[in-house]
């Protein structure tokens, strides 16, 4: 079973970066479809971006153009490259790996974009 750990996130100016990473043991993540989703305070949890096995791409619309899924299969490692960061995508950021009907969370990561 895939357990999946966090990291990255923390406080940025608007406009700034962020790179999360999500690292996978206990399974090898280029056989699962990999996600981020963010939930912020009061809201539901929602989709960020996913990839595919393959590579193929999917994003949200509100960060279409500012962030990027990538996935480092040797290292068993998805990133998440976020630019033009806005106050908006202040949430807790989750790693998820989808395997069929198999859902596997990580614990989460803060993102805070305040000036």
């Known amino acids: 079973q895939v357990q999946l750990a966090e990291s990255g996130g923390g406080l940025v100016q608007p406009g700034g970066s962020l790179r999360l990473s999500c690292a996978a043991s206990?399974?090898?993540?280029?056989?699962?479809?990999m996600g981020w989703y963010r939930q912020a305070s009061g809201k539901e949890r929602e989709l960020v971006a996913t990839?595919?096995?393959?590579?193929?791409?999917n994003y949200a619309a509100s960060v279409k153009g500012r962030f990027t899924i990538s996935r480092d299969n040797a290292k068993n490692t998805v990133y998440l490259q976020m630019n033009s960061l806005k106050p908006e995508d202040t949430a807790v950021y989750y790693c998820?790996?989808?395997?069929?009907?198999?859902?596997?969370w990580g614990q989460g990561t803060q993102v805070t974009v305040s000036s």
């Open positions: 998820n790996a989808r395997q069929g009907a198999t859902r596997t």
């Open positions: 206990g399974s090898i993540l280029r056989f699962y479809v």
């Open positions: 990839i595919t096995p393959g590579g193929t791409t």
